[in-house]
């Protein structure tokens, strides 16, 4: 069964950065994508940046160049490093994973989820 847990969310004013982490467990898929996703009040859900069993990354335009994936294998958790938050930059954040059969990670349907976690910037 697999399990995703986020932490790391919190209050933090513009310009300021924050790192988020996702810890996963019960995931066997030797080729995967993981993402980060975010929803705010009245919007629809969006990807934010997703990373492959490889390395690979890709991220949303709205946010190149401020935040970062990674992976860390050995302690099966996921990071997105934010940096330069802007208000806009306000929502739920959620960690999510699927099973990878190639192509981007960010057009993938992710069938596994985290409970999320808020990032709220002022």
């Known amino acids: 069964q697999v399990q995703l847990v986020e932490s790391g969310g919190g209050s933090v004013q513009a310009g300021g950065s924050l790192r988020l982490s996702c810890a996963a467990s019960?995931?066997?898929?030797?080729?995967?994508?993981m993402g980060w996703f975010r929803q705010a009040p009245g919007k629809e859900r969006e990807g934010v940046a997703a990373i492959d069993s490889d390395g690979s990354t890709s991220y949303a335009d709205s946010v190149k160049g401020r935040f970062t994936i990674s992976q860390d294998n050995a302690k099966n958790t996921l990071y997105l490093q934010m940096n330069s938050l802007k208000p806009d930059d306000t929502a739920m954040y959620y960690c999510a994973g699927v099973r990878r059969f190639g192509g981007d990670c960010l057009a993938y349907d992710y069938n596994y989820w985290g409970q999320g976690t808020q990032v709220t910037v002022s």
């Open positions: 019960g995931y066997t898929y030797s080729s995967y994508c």
